[in-house]
């Protein structure tokens, strides 16, 4: 069974930084680009980022660009989000999500973890 | 980036009653269309990819169609685990971008 569980998230100060981490289980990570998706509380959903199966490229919403850095690490199954220079804006709750094989849709998703920058 | 635009934002419908859901795109996307649900207090659930093809265990209920700029998800019948909200997601291009949604609701 395919298992994607997010951590990390929590209060944090305007222009502070956090990281998320996803714990991906029940398939070959290594073999699936993967995704964070986010979203405001009661409001649409809002993609960030997205990095290749071999971590060798990513993609970033430009709202997020130059900010924050998706990683991942194939030998521990997990991906990660880097966040700096985080603001109200980015109170969010965060996804990660496999990406389905040959498109750019997302065919698992975590239950999220919600970051809340806040003073 | 290409913009998504869903209508209606709020459809009411009853039970058993079919639903019809449109989205458009700024600009062609050709097939590369994805429609999502997501009921309320849960994670997002792929429903449609390629504009027309059923993600794994999604009841044939649903299908999409579409092509270019102008795509429809239609629900046959609709059940009680059906009303929530329902996203449009482009990825012909990046970045990949969302429709704000439409809610299906009881009438």
């Known amino acids: 069974e395919v298992q994607l569980l997010e951590s990390g998230g929590g209060l944090v100060q305007p222009a502070g930084s956090l990281r998320l981490s996803c714990a991906a289980s029940?398939?070959?990570?290594?073999?699936?680009?993967m995704t964070w998706v986010r979203q405001a509380p009661g409001k649409g959903l809002d993609w960030v980022s997205s990095i290749s199966d071999s971590g060798s490229a990513t993609f970033y919403a430009d709202s997020v660009k130059g900010r924050f850095i998706i990683s991942r690490d194939n030998s521990k199954n997990t991906l990660s989000l880097q966040m700096n220079s985080l603001g109200a804006e980015d109170t969010a709750f965060y996804y990660c999500?496999?990406?389905?094989?040959?498109?750019?849709?997302?065919?698992?998703w975590g239950q999220g973890t919600l970051v809340t920058v806040s003073s | 980036e290409i913009v998504m635009t869903q209508s209606p934002a709020t459809l009411s419908v009853s039970p058993g009653e079919r639903a019809t859901l449109s989205c458009r795109a700024g600009q062609s996307v050709s097939s590369s269309l994805a429609w999502y649900q997501q009921r309320s207090g849960q994670a997002p659930r792929l429903l449609i990819y390629g504009a027309s093809t059923r993600a794994a265990g999604i009841p044939a209920r649903f299908s999409g169609s579409g092509s270019g700029r102008e795509f429809t998800l239609s629900i046959s019948s609709l059940q009680s685990e059906d009303f929530a909200v329902y996203y449009c997601q482009q990825y012909k291009n990046w970045p990949r971008t969302f429709g704000l949604g439409t809610k299906v609701e009881i009438k």
């Open positions: 999500a496999r990406d389905l094989r040959g498109s750019g849709t997302c065919d698992y």
């Open positions: 029940g398939f070959t990570f290594s073999s699936f680009a």
